[in-house]
């Protein structure tokens, strides 16, 4: 299950969100600030989702992460997210509360009050998807009363266009509000799945499943022993 979020100074101190590994890979700003804009947003009203539009093989999180500080380091184009989540793993570049250069808005909204993930397209894009749901649902759950927004709510780009082109942004808005659902009113039955689980009396599948007679007689055996 997605749990709140535990920020230190707009810095995830959470290792994992709901088993997906978290990294933090603040960039240093350095020279002109073209990824660290070092201004805090005055309030923070939504999450703004992306597509990286990079498919190579190696454009993962920490690669992204590692252009970013490039990016900082160059002094060339202006440029930034918070969060880039791939296949495997979740990575941040900048505090949470800082504004970034990702919306194509300029000092609109989009840019000065959300934080901007980026979800990878470099293997298993399904995943990632995936991962970007729980992450978007540990932030609502974090920040009461986000926003879901796509780059193109702010500026009309076409972005992100992974979901756009697959015509799948509602459903992952859904899923999003489902994952949220699921925290804020848990399943009464899973203290008892997990009980079942854990002494070998059921493999926890197909909660909503009626009973066959049989599995009845097997969970029946194996609680007296
Ligand atoms: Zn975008």
């Known amino acids: 299950m997605i749990q709140k979020l535990n920020i230190v100074n707009g810095v995830l101190q959470d290792k994992f969100i709901d088993g997906i590994?978290?990294?933090?890979?603040?960039?240093?700003?350095?020279?002109?600030l073209n990824v660290r804009t070092l201004i805090k947003m005055t309030e923070i009203i939504g999450v703004t989702n992306h597509n990286t539009g990079n498919p190579s093989p190696t454009a993962g999180d920490?690669?992204?992460?590692?252009w970013l500080q490039n990016v900082e380091y160059a002094d060339k184009e202006y440029v930034s997210a918070h969060l880039?989540?791939?296949?495997?793993s979740i990575t941040q570049c900048v505090p949470l509360d800082e504004v970034?250069?990702?919306?194509?808005?300029?000092?609109?909204?989009?840019?000065?009050?959300t934080i901007a993930i980026e979800i990878c397209e470099n293997r298993n894009v399904d995943k990632a998807i995936e991962n970007a749901k729980k992450l978007n649902a540990a932030l609502i759950?974090?920040?009461p009363?986000?926003?879901?927004?796509?780059?193109?709510d702010w500026s009309g780009k076409h972005c992100?266009?992974?979901?756009?082109?697959?015509?799948?942004?509602?459903?992952?808005?859904r899923d999003i509000r489902k994952l949220v659902e699921q925290t804020k009113q848990p399943d009464p039955f899973e203290a008892d799945r997990i009980w079942a689980m854990e002494n070998g009396i059921s493999d926890g599948s197909d909660p909503g499943?009626?009973?066959?007679?049989?599995?009845?007689?097997?969970?029946?055996?194996?609680?007296?022993?």
């Open 100 to 113: 970034c250069f990702h919306a194509g808005d300029g000092k609109g909204a989009g840019n000065r009050k």
């Open 84 to 88: 880039f989540v791939d296949e495997d």
């Open 209 to 225: 499943r009626p009973v066959l007679r049989k599995e009845l007689w097997a969970m029946l055996h194996r609680m007296s022993k």
């Open 21 to 32: 590994p978290v990294k933090v890979q603040i960039v240093e700003p350095k020279g002109k």
């Open 62 to 66: 920490e690669r992204h992460a590692k």
């Open 160 to 173: 992100p266009r992974v979901l756009l082109s697959r015509g799948i942004w509602d459903l992952f808005v």
């Open 145 to 152: 009363r986000l926003v879901i927004y796509k780059h193109q």
């Open 141 to 143: 759950l974090t920040y």
